[in-house]
């Protein structure tokens, strides 16, 4: 079939860390023909896992992409990170996803990083499959893990089968009785449910087809089981995809928009793995990448089982690779009407210096970080010239091993990664204005002013074309975005409105330069009378605690400043959801670890930022610091005081012709 026509499904599959969700995937590629042998996670050898690093720790620490024949479908699958730290990982890959498979331990059950995949799941809105894994193991419940899925997730669960251990810890895989699973559908779909109400005998096809349209809208999520390392269920699995999943809906006739979802660079330069979610892509095609940028496609790749093969032209559904387009993660290329929502990435919580070891290998520390930011941008790498310190942000303490781990393997350079400080904001409480001035020609008029919390920042102008040229106002707009990342206290501005109230130039006189010394200047003076305050971050989460330890449980988070209420309480496990100020929770899952003997579960996010209760918080400013003027105009700027502040020559008149200047503002978009 022509690969134009045929159907494409993009498959996603999550689980906690360890949970057996790499050991499924090398079983779904053997079960499908891709490969000969299984390899092992503990022996180093699976298909997807093939960096060093997740080897030898036995984790994924990124997504990786196989693709296998299903029917009359072709399967992408994208085996994800499940520890906490990668969720940005996970986050871009759900993002791209027609379906998922869901691991959960049948002896472990529900464990953290489960709640986090879940409810990421849900918010996009992905149809899901739930292998319940390791029922071979002793202490494997599978209707525990059920109960858990419906009690503690509020899933409602389409049971296919029961998986019952033997005493020889073989399985024995019961389909599900019809009785049961008629009653599991009439709870989401009021049909069903009138026709069991009145003891109507079903018809098993019109049952069959009625769970499938569930399954694919998300109101039903089908459980199986088995075990993959004894490779019991896998078959089950591999039809539930086909039934279960929908494909990807193809649009071949609308314009290109494709979504990058991924960066990975190698010895070939930057390779960028694109979804394609309208139109198409061929070989010399030129795309659009950005407001002013096009790139012409000089390489087109796709997985053909474990491999990247050449293709002349992608469609609608596919997931390309394409080498040297210059394009970041998240960035939508094409037309990006109505794709906002594919951009949502996980927030880093820590901010850390990385130092050499050997600090002869400063320029190539930065190099080989500035790779790594390419393939994850929210590592946020900066360099302090003045110090020749170098900074980048994360998730956590395992991401800063795992980055110190990949720096010595694949560029050979040995760090320490130290110091980590929580991320705070910067507000303004009261509005505030400031000028600027240099020269008696060039000057700008600053005005800022607080907006709601969550609001981020924004920069307008309000200044005619008439009093500042165009080409000026694009610089000033450049130059706050810019230094909008760093204030008084060296973090990100938030919560505020940076307008542009006044400026004025000239001709002959002005020059860009000019304009790179005043905007910074204005902007600071702005943020000095503006009462500004740091904002925390707060960490939302859920835990589970054997209700036996729920009174050692209350009294560690009573001493975390927290707000927490008890959600749930099942089976001997008690929920409990809550907030706290993220710097509080830093140690907490090691502390409720020790304090349930390892049986409590934990996982967050951050759910908003509030003033913090610490206003010392600062970092090192990196780059020109435009908060000591003397040494920001002379030493960073390389110009002279005395201009600055001048008194400004007398404004040009505006045009005689109304007309005219309104029309020029409608042609700019600009308004007094």
């Known amino acids: 079939m022509d690969r134009k026509e045929k159907k494409v499904l993009t498959l996603g599959i999550f689980a906690h860390a360890n949970a057996g969700k790499t050991t499924i995937t090398e079983h779904l590629l053997y079960h499908t023909d891709v490969i000969d042998n299984v390899g092992r996670v503990d022996t180093g050898n699976t298909v997807t896992d093939n960096m060093k690093v997740e080897q030898e720790r036995g984790i994924t620490v990124r997504d990786s992409l196989v693709s296998f024949e299903l029917g009359d479908k072709t399967i992408q699958l994208i085996d994800t990170p499940g520890h906490v730290d990668f969720s940005a990982e996970v986050e871009r890959a759900i993002s791209v996803l027609d379906g998922a498979v869901l691991v959960i331990s049948g002896v472990e059950g529900l464990e953290a990083q489960t709640y986090t995949i879940w409810r990421a799941l849900k918010e996009k809105n992905v149809p899901v499959i739930i292998f319940i894994n390791k029922m071979d193991r002793k202490g494997a419940d599978f209707s525990r893990v059920v109960a858990e899925l419906q009690n503690n997730l509020n899933v409602n669960t389409i049971t296919l089968m029961n998986v019952i251990q033997n005493s020889d810890s073989s399985l024995t895989i019961q389909q599900s009785k019809l009785e049961d699973i008629v009653e599991e559908v009439s709870m989401v779909d009021d049909d069903i ?64 928009s494709a979504y990058v979802f991924t960066i990975r660079v190698d010895e070939n330069g930057k390779n960028a793995y694109v979804k394609v979610l309208n139109g198409s892509i061929g070989l010399r095609d030129v795309i659009t990448t950005g407001t002013d940028t096009t790139n012409k496609i000089k390489s087109l790749y796709i997985a053909d089982g474990t491999k990247l093969v050449p293709t002349d032209r992608v469609y609608s559904g596919d997931i390309a690779v394409i080498n040297g387009l210059d394009v970041k993660c ?66 956590g303490e395992v991401q800063a091993q795992i980055v110190k781990t990949l720096l010595e393997e694949r560029f050979g350079i040995q760090v320490n990664i130290e110091n980590p400080v929580i991320i705070h904001k910067e507000v303004p409480t009261v509005s505030a204005n400031a000028k600027a001035t240099y020269t008696t020609v060039s000057g700008i008029g600053l005005e800022v002013t607080p907006l709601e919390r969550g609001s981020g920042f924004r920069y307008v102008s309000k200044v005619s074309t008439d009093f500042l040229h165009l080409k000026y106002q694009r610089q000033v707009e450049r130059l706050i975005n810019y230094y909008s990342q760093q204030g008084l206290n060296g973090w990100e501005l938030t919560d505020m409105e940076v307008a542009l109230v006044d400026g004025q130039f000239d001709s002959m006189g002005s020059d860009p330069m000019h304009f790179n010394i005043i905007t910074p200047l204005a902007l600071f003076r702005c943020l000095k009378q503006a009462k500004m305050k740091l904002l925390e971050p707060i960490s939302q989460f859920i835990l589970t605690t054997p209700e036996k330890d729920l009174s050692g449980v209350i009294k560690l988070l009573s001493s975390k400043n927290s707000t927490y209420e008890i959600a749930k309480h099942f089976d001997g496990v008690i929920t409990i959801e809550g907030e706290a100020p993220a710097s509080n929770m830093m140690n907490f899952p090691l502390e409720l670890s020790m304090s349930t003997s390892g049986r409590g579960t934990y996982t967050s996010s951050i759910s908003r930022y509030e003033i913090s209760r610490n206003q010392d918080a600062s970092i090192e400013f990196i780059g020109a610091d435009p908060r000591n003027e003397t040494t920001f105009v002379i030493n960073d700027m390389k110009a002279s005081m005395e201009p600055l502040d001048k008194t400004l020559m007398k404004k040009k008149k505006e045009s005689r012709s109304k007309f005219a200047r309104q029309q020029k503002e409608k042609d700019y978009g600009i308004k007094r």
């Not at 699995?237 to 314009?255: F, G, Q």
């Open 193 to 256: 449910l009138g026709m069991y109400i009145n003891g109507e005998d079903l018809d098993t096809d019109k049952l069959a087809k009625k769970i499938i349209e569930l399954s694919h809208t998300c109101k039903l999520f089908p459980v199986i089981g088995g075990s993959a390392l004894i490779d019991v269920g896998i078959e089950d699995l591999v039809s539930s995809i086909s039934r279960y999943i929908p494909a990807t809906k193809k649009d071949l006739e609308k314009d290109l």
């Open 330 to 395: 998240g960035q939508i290329i094409g037309n990006s009407t109505g794709m906002d929502k594919y951009i949502s990435f996980v927030k880093p919580l820590l901010t850390m210096e990385v130092n050499p070891i050997n600090k002869n290998e400063t320029i190539e520390l930065m190099n080989a970080l500035r790779i790594l930011n390419e393939e994850d941008p929210y590592l946020n790498v900066r360099y302090n010239e003045r110090t020749s310190s170098i900074y980048c942000s994360l998730m």
